[in-house]
């Protein structure tokens, strides 16, 4: 393993505890599915194989306990806690003399008994356990990892990785490095080398991409979800070998994915395979969160502010998008143009019922691993740094807690309710003054970023996405970073546009109404049907304002009749624009707009519209790159 190929450390689990809005959105979460799901889901209820029951025994108990311990531990929340625990502690129990642990009996995804060893749904837990040992010093998880790892190193030259686990072989590499760095076991280098030989070659897929159209054939390698989780194995191969080609296929294949297959909201489309740009394709919900923490793990190995900006991006908008404002339905495929969400044929791989609001729909693997979104990304929001300093990720509320400077106990507090605002307050609490350095990521979209330190202006030189800030520190030190947001139309395929403001996506909202189509105990199937007209083009000469509620951020920012920030657009209707099989067709090339007026246009963050426009037919000539914008506050 080489040094040094590790820009930033993850803090442990912990160590960040959510305020403000995110605070809220992890309260929400915990009172809707996932503080519930084991009472109302059969599939992590007590039945569950990870629990001692003769239920369901592959991935959804690990996948849903990948969610719910970070989100309790974050929370503080004790009735969490126990329910997290208790699927720790009956894995810890079920360890054997060789070191295989869980379910004796496994059913695959095709309910049959497998005959050969399958490793992925063990990969899962591991990073369960990893999390368990940060947040509570467990002093039997470190041995408990070791044995499983030698059981593996035993087994898995005659018994390979193969289907899920040798596309997802970066979830195992995860937790072997991490062992290492605790242990300084060599015998962990020897079975990570295995293990990466044995994974598929993400590497040269994303350096020289091939997949440039919409996939129709069933292949591990154009698999959403896989892809997602895909893009970070080059990144972990770096941190192994520190091969500048690793580092380049992260870049180069981000680049493909977004040119052939993107998507406004951040994500590239997969309604299960790769699918494309149409607007109307879908993207599953389980990519939307692995792909998050693939951009976690990127920013902790390099230490670039494009990793935090395509994370942020992607959780303050395609995250909250596919999730009721409540947390008690979701989505297993989104659409960016989204006019209506019902049980119908559409064309896309999976079924008619993938993007209606509910328990279940489609697939379950969304249910179970939809859980770890937000926490994981409260969980990352700063990281340690070389110098013993610190590096902000994203500037969400938070407090963070951290030895600094080789031993000094810190607290570092932000306020501001960033994204919704620009303007970010950084309060320093020190046990003594101490020199260390704090990076500060200045975003790509930001142009003029500022910071003030106790009121004096400090010059920013950001390298690499990260402004280092380094000098002495002193307790009650006050940072106030502001981060102008301009309004950019994004111009997309067809001369369509998409519009953004800083991180926020905005689009126009269409009238909701849900009309139930099951009903249970406390979680729903739901259709929504629109209320209002959807086929809006933009006029490309609209002067965007800005408006703010002047009032505090609501409980749930991501609600569109409650939303703290709009953006007032000009547009007409497009007599042109079509449904075409149940979706909103192509935006026209050459709108239709003849005796149609101007009407204003209303947008709002895409991820608070269930039913919304976010990709709008240009009309007339598009003005250059930046727009024009007024800021008004209500």
């Known amino acids: 393993m080489s040094n040094g190929n590790e820009a930033f450390a993850a803090l442990p689990l912990g160590s960040i505890k959510a305020e403000g809005w995110l605070y809220n959105q992890l309260r929400i979460q915990a009172d809707g599915l996932t503080g519930h799901l084991e009472e109302q889901w059969a599939d992590v209820g007590s039945s569950s194989g990870w629990i001692g029951g003769d239920g369901e025994s592959w991935e959804r108990g690990p996948y849903y306990l990948d969610g719910l311990l970070p989100l309790a531990y974050i929370l503080g929340d004790e009735r969490l806690i126990a329910k997290a625990n208790r699927w720790v502690e009956w894995s810890l129990a079920s360890q054997q003399e060789n070191g295989f642990f869980g379910p004796r009996v496994i059913e695959t995804v095709n309910q049959e008994v497998d005959k050969q060893q399958d490793w ?71 079975l990570a080398d295995i293990v990466a030989s044995q994974t598929l070659d993400w590497t040269d897929i994303f350096y020289d991409f091939p997949f440039w159209r919409k996939v129709d054939e069933w292949d591990l390698r154009t698999h ?54 149409h607007p109307s394709q879908g993207v599953e919900l389980c990519a939307v969160v692995e792909y998050m923490y693939s951009m976690e793990q990127l920013t902790r190995i390099f230490g670039e502010g494009r990793f935090g900006d395509i994370l942020e991006k992607v959780a303050f908008n395609a995250l909250p998008a596919a999730i009721s404002k409540n947390w008690t339905s979701h989505q297993y495929d989104q659409q960016v143009n989204q006019i209506m969400c019902n049980v119908a044929p559409r064309s896309w791989t999976n079924g008619p019922d993938a993007n209606v609001f509910g328990l279940e729909p489609h697939f379950g693997c969304c249910t179970a691993n939809m859980h770890q979104g937000w926490p994981k990304l409260a969980a990352h929001l700063w990281m340690a740094e070389s110098g013993g300093g610190l590096a902000a990720v994203s500037y969400v509320p938070c407090c963070v807690e951290a030895i600094v400077a080789g031993g000094v106990a810190a607290q570092v ?49 950001a390298v690499n996405g990260y402004a280092r800030v380094n000098r002495e520190w002193h307790d009650g030190d006050k940072l106030l970073l502001k981060l102008p947001m301009e309004v950019l139309t994004i111009s997309r395929n067809l001369y369509a546009v998409s519009v953004e403001r800083g991180p926020l996506v905005y689009a126009m909202p269409i009238a909701e109404n ?14 929504i049907y629109p209320g209002s007209p959807w086929k809006y083009g933009l006029l490309a000469d609209s002067d965007f304002e800005v408006k703010e509620s002047g009032e505090a951020i609501p409980y749930q920012p991501f609600d569109a009749s409650a939303s703290p920030i709009r953006l007032k657009a000009s547009g007409k209707l497009v007599r042109d624009w079509k449904m075409e099989g149940n979706n909103a067709g192509t935006p026209p090339l050459n709108p239709n707009t003849e005796g149609q007026p101007v009407t204003e246009l209303e947008l709002v963050p895409y991820g608070s519209a269930k039913l919304r426009i976010g990709e709008f037919p240009l009309l007339g000539q598009r003005k250059p790159v930046g727009r024009t914008q007024q800021l008004t506050r209500e």
């Open 120 to 190: 992925w749904h063990f990969m899962i837990m591991l990073k369960v356990m990893m999390q368990f040992e940060e947040a509570t010093g467990d002093e039997r998880i470190v041995p408990f990892l070791s044995k499983f790892l030698g059981f593996v190193r035993a087994t898995i030259e005659e018994q390979p990785l193969r289907s899920w686990a040798e596309s997802r072989g970066s979830e195992l590499l995860l937790c072997i490095l991490w062992l290492y760095k605790k242990t300084k076991d060599d015998e962990l280098l020897k």
């Open 224 to 277: 959403v979800v896989n892809v997602a989780m895909g893009i970070k194995m080059p990144g972990i191969l770096y941190e192994l070998y520190g091969e500048d080609i690793q580092r380049e296929a992260v870049h180069r294949g981000i680049d493909s994915l977004m040119t052939y297959h993107g998507q406004a909201h951040g994500m590239f489309s997969g309604d299960e395979w790769l699918s494309g740009t």
């Open 413 to 461: 507090r932000v306020s501001g309710e960033y994204p919704f605002r620009d303007e970010v307050a950084i309060e320093l609490t020190l046990e003594r003054a101490a020199a260390f350095p704090l990076s500060l990521r200045i975003p790509g979209w930001c142009k003029a970023a500022s910071l003030t330190i106790n009121g004096e202006s400090i010059a920013l030189d």
């Open 514 to 527: 849900w009309q139930l189509l099951q009903e249970r105990e406390m979680f729903h199937d739901w259709e």
